[in-house]
Every structure is written in structure tokens, then in C-alpha cells.
């Protein structure tokens, strides 16, 4: 395995200060991320932190926000809450299917 020191932080486009991760990675995997972060023209870490802050849903967050900037508190909670219903309508019908 190789060793790699990736820098992670939580807001993505930001100037602040980074926190230091170590990460150890397959070769195959450690390969493959600095050929795509090559292509890409951006440094290994640059490429980890957009592929976990995408797993993690930072992005799905980052553009709902962008999309929903002005939107009222109450507007906001109220999305918050449709959601939230549709997620556990979801789990329901999936509890009721694996029952039957």
C-alpha cells in the first residue's frame, strides 16, 4: 500500500485553513487518482476532496443551498419537512415490501 497526505476542509472553495489527513490507498487506486487528478489538471488532494465531499452529499447541500438562497425561513422549513415526508414515505413502502 502506499501512503498519501490528503488536506480536507469544510467549506470547499474557501481560504481557510485546511485540516491534514492521512490516508492509505491500494496502488491501483493511488494510480488511478493521480492519472484523473493529472487529466484534470488538479492536485491529488484537490481530487479526494471533491470525491468524498460528492459521497458525503456536500455538493447535493452546496447546489440546494445556491438554489434555494432566497428562500424564507418558513419556505426553507417547510421544503425541509416535504422532504424529510418523502424520505420516510420511501423507507415505509421499502419496510413493506421486504415484509411481503
Known amino acids: 500500500m502506499l501512503h498519501y497526505d490528503v488536506m480536507t476542509s469544510k467549506l470547499y472553495d474557501t481560504d481557510m485553513a485546511k485540516d491534514r489527513l492521512t490516508v492509505y490507498l491500494d496502488p491501483e487506486v493511488a ?14 488532494s484537490e481530487l479526494v476532496e471533491e470525491a468524498i465531499r460528492d459521497k458525503l452529499g456536500f455538493t447535493f447541500l452546496e447546489e440546494s443551498w445556491a438554489r434555494n438562497a432566497d428562500l424564507t425561513e418558513e419556505q426553507a422549513m417547510e421544503l425541509a419537512l416535504e422532504a424529510q415526508r418523502e424520505v420516510r414515505e420511501q423507507m415505509r413502502r421499502e419496510r413493506e415490501q421486504a415484509a411481503s
Open 31 to 44: 494510480k488511478a487518482l493521480r492519472v484523473a487528478a493529472a487529466r484534470r489538471k488538479m492536485k491529488d
